[in-house]
């Protein structure tokens, strides 16, 4: 599961005391929405750049378009240290087994690249299975995957340290099923690179 957020930069002014709030899209082009709540009044902004400004005791004013030549002066430096999105792969595994896929098993080296040009990777290796079998089965199951994953890194330069696994079992389907049911999307190891 994905969870995308909507970028929100504040600045406080110390020469007038105001807040000024810009809503962003996201890296999608997503634009939320958020309430900026003054003296006993708010603005809603929901628009992609705009704006309000507001002090500690005054209504905020009404919403305007800031320029990205402005975002970019007032907000640069904060924008280029904001963390990049995780990098997601979702690896597939044969029914029963820790065996990857052969399309998954070559994409190993490029996971291990895109993992390697992170000046300070953090890996999650997240292993899954379908709902054939006993659920504490399938719990070690979805273990021995990212396990296999996690090896497989490691022989291509990803140093143990940044990585870190985790077993779903069958609780988190990508596919959701009845209790029995053979899902080879469900037989998976998803990466999460941040």
Known sequence: ????????MVLFLSACAKTTVVLLPDENGTVGEIEVTGAQASEHISTANGYTEVGSSERPDAV??????KIEKVFGEALQAEPQ???SRLLYFYSDQ???KPESLKEIPGIAKEILAK???EVSIIGHSDAMGEKDYNLQLSLRRAE????????????????YIFSHGEN????PTADGVSEPKNRRVEVFIR
Request: charged fraction near 20%; charge should be positive.
């Open 172 to 175: 988190d389907p990508l596919i």
């Open 85 to 87: 999105p995780p990098i």
């Open 64 to 69: 305007k378009t800031m320029s990205t030549a």
């Open 148 to 163: 296999t994953v996690k090896a497989l890194l490691m022989k291509d330069g990803v140093p143990e340290k940044s990585m």
């Open 98 to 100: 820790t065996t990857l």
């Open 119 to 121: 000046p300070a990777p």
């Open 1 to 8: 599961m994905r969870i995308i957020m909507t970028l929100v």
